[in-house]
T-cell receptor, first 115, second 113 residues
Framework: DGGITQSPKYLFRKEGQNVTLSCEQN?????MYWYRQDPGQGLRLIYY???????QKGDIAEGYSVSREKKESFPLTVTSAQKNPTAFYLC??????????????FGDGTRLSIL | SQQGEEDPQALSIQEGENATMNCSYK?????LQWYRQNSGRGLVHLIL?????REKHSGRLRVTLDTSKKSSSLLITASRAADTASYFC?????????????FGQGTILTVHP
């Protein structure tokens, strides 16, 4: 079945450590997105990518970095510069091409906590 | 800000009752989407309604869009305990927005058996 796979499901970060969250999709979607969700809150956009080797900052990019070397993969690194990383991270993809929007497909998230 | 509001923040009903959730926004949209999130899981797309549409149905779901009032509503009819989840509206602006969506804070729906 096609879908989005996020790993790991739970992740713990030590002080001063960078951690990388994995997101892989086999939907042949062009666009991919990373969101952060805090308890009882909506989703806030961290980074997004429309094509391979290109990505843009979202609303809360500080302290995060991404890469898009393959169409299927869009890993997110939470750097030590992100002082409040504890949150639920969601990856999504869509078959966006040009104008308008299509539904976004989501993975099941990675819950990141501080040790 | 392109953010809007959803209300109510929480809704508690009995099985069989209807549930209505509302979403307002400030900036003109290309489309509006509704998503569902079960606790600890990712979001699941429910319905997309475009700015030139006024109403869409999918099973027990009915979505309306009033662009003059910049608001949308999601109606779930004959609710079931399995409908218990958080529901989010998301605004799409089309154009050069690269398919980005702006999500609301969500409505937590609890359906009691």
């Amino acid at each position: 079945d096609g879908g989005i796979t996020q790993s790991p499901k739970y992740l713990f970060r030590k002080e001063g450590q960078n951690v990388t969250l994995s997101c892989e999709q086999n939907l042949n979607h062009d666009a991919m997105y990373w969101y952060r969700q805090d308890p009882g809150q909506g989703l806030r956009l961290i980074y997004y990518s429309q094509i391979v080797n290109d990505f843009q900052k979202g609303d809360i990019a500080e302290g995060y970095s991404v890469s898009r070397e393959k169409k299927e993969s869009f890993p997110l690194t939470v750097t030590s510069a992100q002082k409040n990383p504890t949150a639920f991270y969601l990856c999504a993809s869509t078959s966006y091409r040009g104008q308008g929007n299509q539904p976004q497909h989501f993975g099941d998230g990675t819950r990141l906590s501080i040790l | 800000s392109q953010q809007g509001e959803e209300d109510p923040q929480a809704l508690s009903i009995q099985e069989g009752e209807n549930a209505t959730m509302n979403c307002s926004y400030k900036t003109s949209i290309n489309n509006l989407q509704w998503y569902r999130q079960n606790s600890g899981r990712g979001l699941v797309h429910l319905i997309l309604i475009r700015s030139n549409e006024r109403e869409k149905h999918s099973g027990r779901l009915r979505v309306t869009l009033d662009t003059s009032k910049k608001s949308s509503s999601l109606l779930i009819t004959a609710s079931r305990a399995a409908d218990t989840a958080s529901y989010f509206c998301a605004r799409g602006y089309g154009g050069t927005s690269y398919g980005k969506l702006t999500f609301g804070q969500g409505t937590i729906l609890t359906v009691h058996p």
